[in-house]
């Protein structure tokens, strides 16, 4: 029987590391934190919930990457932040004025996401746990043994190191740069360096305290050292021969006498037609986005039915729609017991997509495609979006009116920033002037809708059947029978689903408005 990727992965992690792990994570807070470093979330929270479920004991937790240095002047930020490449992203002013720091700006809405997505996890910052004197011993390592570190750099990577090139970037006290120094010296004994900077100043540094950092490839395996990582995933560019982990193992081994974590790295997600995420290109949906447009339950959905090795297009669009459509047909079977139209993955997917503590919007019984369509008809009326809602037999839905809108408002940011144009609906205040273009059989089938809709109370799905039936009775194609009501009621030649679409709106105003079309066109 075929297993969910994530329980062979801990399988495998059991088997050959134990029962006790720690899983990590890792971001550089260098600018909104997008779409795509939600996977690497994800995994690390399935991973960890697995090893749970399997009786190990295993925490997650994210580094914030604080220390990091602002690389350059990306396109969100002011001309006036080139005085501060080069400095810590921990020691730079917070861009909007609302947080202590650059990286807190960043860092902090991805805590609120944590939350939303049910994510039980530990967010360390890199400059606390240097200042607290964590990474001493590994500073010293580095510092101790430089060449084998150049050595391990050369044989993996093929790079040649200068003379110049350190273990140690130290934070220069005059310009608050750790990207322009170099060590001079090292007195182990006080934990300190003496540090020379591009600009000419020369001074001392206790690497004891968040005075400076290890260069990146050095510091990602003194975490695994410090931390006691067994497992993490990351993205597929550490992943390459002689890239960043490969480096990072022989350091751990080598020079931290550790062994490295158990990886599993990732693909790529990539927004459709756009290609890769990425903050810096400015081709990005961020995290916080997201969450307001889709529950976080979807949104888990989406990243566990994926083994980690493949590659994710996101369409925030129509794909979205689809999304929703299968999530939802799963969540309807598990919660009516109808086992035989799910397998032993879906189960696993839906299990793995679920907050808990968090009712499910998948549950609610009224899809997310129809909630997009009511809440534009209904404008910013809660109680004609429950008038419709109603008319279309969800009145027990509507008994638990705090779902419904829970589940609508999310709808209503899909629509307004995710929606394609020609997804938008907007009632036309008038009756449109483009009904005079309709042609004998599309009035004829307006004339015969209304004295339809006259006589009874009739069901979406009655109405819809009749159009269709008095269309072929007329020689029209369904095209152009749909298309006369789109006309008449939104002055467009298409729309949602034109049963439903009828049976939401008010019944005096549908009569009212085919009575107008009818005169307008001479249609008896």
Known sequence: MAKHWAVELGEKIIARRGNDHVVSIGVSPS??????????????????????????????????????????????????????????????????????????????????????????????????????????????????????????????????????????????????????????????????????????????????????????????????????????????????AGGSYDTGSRFSREIFDSEPPEPIPYEWIELRGLGPMSSSKGVVITITDILEAVPAQLMRYLLVRTRASKHITFDPCVGLLQLWDEYEKIAQAIQTGDEAAVTEIDRANYDYSLVPDAENPATLGISFKHLATAVQLAGDSESVLRESLLRSGYRQQCENWDRVMTKARYAQVWVQRFASEDMKLSLAESLPESVQSLNDQQRKLLAHLHDYLLKDDRTDMEIHNEIYEEAERLGLRSKEAFGAVYRVFLGASRGPRVGWFLRALDPDFVRKRLEEALAATGTC
């Open 31 to 240: 600018g909104p934190i997008h779409v795509g470093f939600l996977r690497e979330i994800v995994i690390g929270d399935v991973i960890r919930r697995t090893l749970s479920q399997m009786g190990a004991n295993a925490k997650l937790v994210l580094t914030s990457d604080d220390m990091d240095p602002l690389r350059h002047v990306y396109p969100f930020l002011p001309k006036s932040y080139s005085e501060n490449v080069g400095q810590p992203l921990c020691r730079i002013p917070d861009p909007e004025g609302c947080c202590p720091s650059y990286a807190e700006h960043f860092i902090r809405p991805l805590e609120k996401a944590f939350v939303r997505l049910g994510v039980e996890i530990e967010v360390r910052r890199s400059s606390e746990k240097y200042d607290a004197g964590l990474f001493t011993d590994t500073v010293k390592q580095s510092l101790e043994k430089r060449q084998r570190i150049v050595d391990i750099i050369r044989e993996e990577s093929g790079r040649e190191l200068g003379e110049d090139w350190t273990t140690y970037n130290a934070i220069c006290s005059t310009c608050g740069r750790l990207t322009t120094t170099t060590v001079q010296e090292c007195d182990v004994a006080n934990h300190r360096i003496r540090y020379q900077c591009q600009n000419g100043h020369e001074g001392w540094a206790d690497y004891s305290k968040a005075e400076g950092k290890l260069p990146w490839r050095i510091d990602w395996a003194a975490r695994w050292h410090v931390y006691g990582v067994t497992v993490e995933p990351f993205g597929k560019d550490h992943a390459g």
